[in-house]
C-alpha cells in the first residue's frame, strides 16, 4: 500500500527531486520512531509548500479508485481529448488527479500530462503529426481501470465503414 501511495504522490507533486526531497526530509524526521498518514503528510506539506488534503480525501480516507473512458479524435493539427471518469465508489464521486498520455508518431511519441478536474472534461491540444495510437498511463501510476477510443469520427466515414460496438472495452468489430 506505501508504494501505491508514494507513486502517486509522485505524480501529484509533478518534480522527481522535490519528491524525492520529501522521502528524505520524512526518513530523517522520524528514523526509527513510529510515524502516521498524518506526519507524512504533514512533513509532504512542509517540503513542497503543497497542500495535500483534496488529495488525501480522495486517495487515502476515500474509497474506491477512478474509472476513466478516454477518447481522442484528431482533426488537422488538434487533438480533441474526451475524458469521464466514474468512480467505483459513490462515497468518492471524483478523484481530481494528474493522468498521462503517450502519443506515439510515426517518428516517436509524446507524454502528455492532464488534469481531470471533473467528471467530464474536454481538452484541445495542436499536435501537428498524425498520430498513430494512445497509451493512457503508460507508466501504470494510478490505480484505475481505462477505456480509449481513439482516432477516427465515424460521422465523417459514415459511408465508408463501420466501427462497433462504440465504446468498446476490449474488442472492435469493423465493417
Given at each position: ?93 471524483l478523484f481530481r488527479t494528474y493522468f498521462d498520455l503517450k502519443l506515439n ?40 481501470k481505462n477505456h480509449i477510443n481513439v482516432g477516427i469520427s465515424e460521422s ?20
Open positions: 500500500f506505501l508504494f501505491i501511495l508514494l507513486s502517486s504522490y509522485a505524480i501529484e507533486i509533478n518534480n522527481d527531486s522535490l519528491f524525492f526531497a520529501v522521502l528524505r526530509n520524512y526518513l530523517s524526521e522520524f528514523a526509527y520512531s513510529s510515524a502516521t498518514a498524518e506526519d507524512f503528510i504533514h512533513s509532504a506539506e512542509t517540503t513542497t509548500g503543497m497542500d495535500f488534503t483534496t488529495y488525501m480525501n480522495q486517495w487515502y480516507y476515500g474509497m474506491g479508485y477512478p474509472i476513466f473512458n478516454i477518447t481522442t479524435e484528431q482533426l488537422n493539427d488538434t487533438l480533441i481529448i474526451r475524458s469521464v471518469q466514474t468512480t467505483s465508489s459513490a462515497a468518492t464521486p508518431y510515426s517518428t516517436g511519441d509524446t507524454l502528455l500530462r492532464l488534469f481531470q478536474n471533473s467528471n467530464c472534461d474536454t481538452f484541445k491540444i495542436y499536435i501537428p503529426q498524425t498520430i498513430l495510437s494512445v497509451e493512457f498511463d503508460p507508466y501504470h501510476w494510478l490505480i484505475q465523417e466515414n459514415a459511408d465508408l465503414f463501420s466501427i462497433y460496438p462504440n465504446p468498446a472495452a476490449d474488442k472492435i468489430s469493423i465493417e
